[in-house]
């Protein structure tokens, strides 16, 4: 196994077990964090694709991690902030509960 | 791929596992910290020292918190009653499986064509901060302005949602 | 035979590094300095808490410690000896795993902070190209051991504590990174090494330290403002102040673990001084060019406990600040400054060699320090005290 392949199957692993949290647990939090982890696997495809790419010094790889970077925490931080105005509209956090379209 | 590699990895899927499974919402935010933390790890054996940091900086020195503040606010560390899982945990179980064994099935079966070194290790690319630096206000100047705006929309709105609405506006 | 001693150190490290085989010398020296760094700054600890109490107690017109050794040298002894035996106690529903991690990542990562700092001429443990952002994310995940050490007690002080502190040192983080930016801009790297290198130039036998620029004076106050926030120094020690909150996210830690977040608290405020003097104060140069036959190191030290002397001057002067005070004062005046800063930094860097700039930078600093202070704040709380008298 090259360190690519490697690499690529942990991230694979990681997009899973995100996205199993994601699917299946009941606070909205914690689906936030699932999310959030996906997006880190994807990060490390990227550096490593860069590391291990043809062409190392475009730096294109890394560039895409870091705004990466930078967007998930900006989604973390208005994600949350939506689960905190939920929480104080409807007092729960549970997305099993959250199933109205009204207010 | 030496033992290095193998300890960093065990700590990030173990990290991951707990912050998925884990009864406590507080110890998930923990746990997610630990996985955080080994990502940047494997940033860093990857030689991308820069991200590497960024990533420490941004997940466990501020997502994290964020993380932990909303669970605070919540009341979310109060353990549910009628359990931690959804309802469809299983289907959701099930598409998580799925999309792993998709993931792994390209991964794997496309290994003879993904560029990488054959036997020897190749080199590992010399990146300055400095060509970091130059590349962003360069080649990447527009993604940056982008990323700028993203961040200072997302600043306000984040205020302007988790904000107290005031009486009388519903 | 001065820089003999200037290398002391250095020398010292190759000398006993030689006596092993070659393959193991890499490792050993930085197992070494590694060592030597774990005993240095408790020790600088111990002479800063001496200080402290001593000096606190003159500020207050009382003796401070005086019975164990003479004049009370040996009192840091006596307490460490105090706590280490001191039974240790975890309330019966803390979190005990959570309990037990906190003062133990709190000392690990604040020590982690010192492998980038330049102590003087090739004094460097780690010579990391992006040394300052591996300091600053480093110096991020502190507040992760408050937040544990807070929530793991089950108590409210605690967690009110720790929320508090939280949340101050995510506010102070922001002006503390942006004034450092403005020194990354002027010597366009990150690297700490270089910027010492930077600075350790002399004109007229005065040095090129970035605090005697206007941009440098100014990034050098909000640096100062925003670390002892950061630090949870008085006048910003509202998360231990001790008449509301016991002694905040630590209640509930006592003996040993109790000891390591006092080395932490203390150790953090010797390597955030060791970044200020790096970034501002010239690092390991020495103040005037003639006396550079003085060892490098001494003027790192020294710079660094004169800053210590300041922390403690200020705890002896300064009342402790009210929460909503706290953070306006973060928001609303410190960020902006230092935003201003960036651009006054740019301008300095692209105005050329004249006399000009510094009138120029100089005029934009002061006019909008004068503007912000008297008038922007005063709605804020934080221009004079008004005085409400129930009736």
Redesign the interface.
Known sequence: MTPLTAYLLVAALLFAIGLAGALTRRNAILVLIGIEMMLNAANLNLIAFWRYGPHPEALTGMMFAIFSIAVAAAEAAVGLGLVISIHRHAHTTDVDLMNRMKG | ?GFV?YVI?AL??AG??A??LLKN??????A??V??AG?AL??LE??????G?????????????????????????ET?KD???????L???A???A??AV??WA??GS?QA?????GA??A??T??????GN??MSR?VL??EI?AL??T???I???M??M??KAGT? | MFANLDQIFVLLKQWAVGWLPASWQAAAGVLLCVVAIICVFPGLFAITVLLERKGLGRMQNRYGPNRVGIFGILQPVADGIKSLTKEDLVPLSADAVVHFIAPVFLVVVVFMGYAVLPMGRNMTLVHLDAALLFYFAIGASTELSVFMAGWSSRNKYSLLGAMRAVAQMISYEVPLLMSSVAVVMITGSLSLDKIVAAQNQYTWGLPHWYIFTPWGFAGFAMFAIAATAETNRSPFDLPEGESELVAGYFTEYSGFKFAEFFLGEYVGMLSISGLGTTLFLGGWSSPLAVLGWVPSWFWFFAKIMLSMCVYIWMRGTLPRLRQDQLMNFAWKFVLPLTLLNLFVTALWRFMGDGWERWLVCSAILVLAYVVMGRTGMHRDHLGARRYRYAD
């Open positions: 791929m590699f990895v990030t899927l991951a596992l912050a998925v919402t507080v110890h998930c935010a923990l997610l910290t996985a955080f990502l494997q940033f990857l030689d991308a020292q820069f991200a940091f960024a990533q420490i900086l941004v997940y466990v020195g501020a997502v994290a918190i964020l993380v932990v503040f909303a669970i605070l606010l919540t009341r979310g560390s549910p359990g931690v899982f959804s309802r469809t945990w289907a959701g179980l598409i998580a499986a999309v792993f993931l792994g991964v794997l290994a993904l560029p990488g070194p054959g290790r190749t590992p690319p990146v300055t901060v400095l060509q970091i590349a962003l990447y993604p940056l990323v993203l961040l929309a997302a600043l709105g984040a205020v949602v988790a107290h609405e519903q």
